[in-house]
């Protein structure tokens, strides 16, 4: 039991790491996890892919309308680009 424990932290760890390198926001969003609780990523990234993929739905159909409503689309393009927003 400890041996599988101690093999997941360092996958974990290995994880972890390789985010790092990257250069994404990665360290954004953990030293968040830290402030606020220990699933803090756990309980935000379901929250963020639900509202990215409804954005995404909901520009396609907006698309599809003819004609455009180049508003609404705009609208959307902020909302999508606040969920991604990392300020």
Same mark, same amino acid.
């Not at 926001?25 to 929250?47: D, G, R, T, Y």
């Given at each position: 039991?400890?041996?599988? +424990?101690?093999? @997941?932290?360092?996958?974990?760890?290995?994880?972890?790491?390789?985010?790092?390198?990257?250069?994404?926001?990665?360290e954004?969003?953990?030293? &968040?996890?830290?402030?606020?609780?220990?699933?803090f990523l756990?309980?935000?990234?379901?929250?963020?892919?639900?509202?990215v993929q409804?954005t @995404?739905r909901d &520009?396609? +159909?907006? @698309?599809e309308?003819?004609?455009v409503?180049?508003?609404?689309?705009e609208?959307?393009?902020?909302?999508? +680009?606040?969920?991604?927003?990392?300020?």
């Amino acid at each position: 039991m400890a041996a599988n +424990r101690e093999a @997941l932290n360092k996958q974990l760890q290995q994880v972890v790491n390789s985010l790092k390198e990257q250069g994404n926001q990665f360290e954004i969003v953990h030293s &968040l996890k830290e402030a606020n609780s220990p699933f803090f990523l756990a309980e935000i990234l379901p929250l963020f892919c639900q509202d990215v993929q409804t954005t @995404l739905r909901d &520009l396609s +159909r907006t @698309l599809e309308k003819e004609p455009v409503n180049y508003y609404d689309m705009e609208e959307l393009y902020f909302k999508l +680009r606040g969920c991604t927003s990392s300020q």
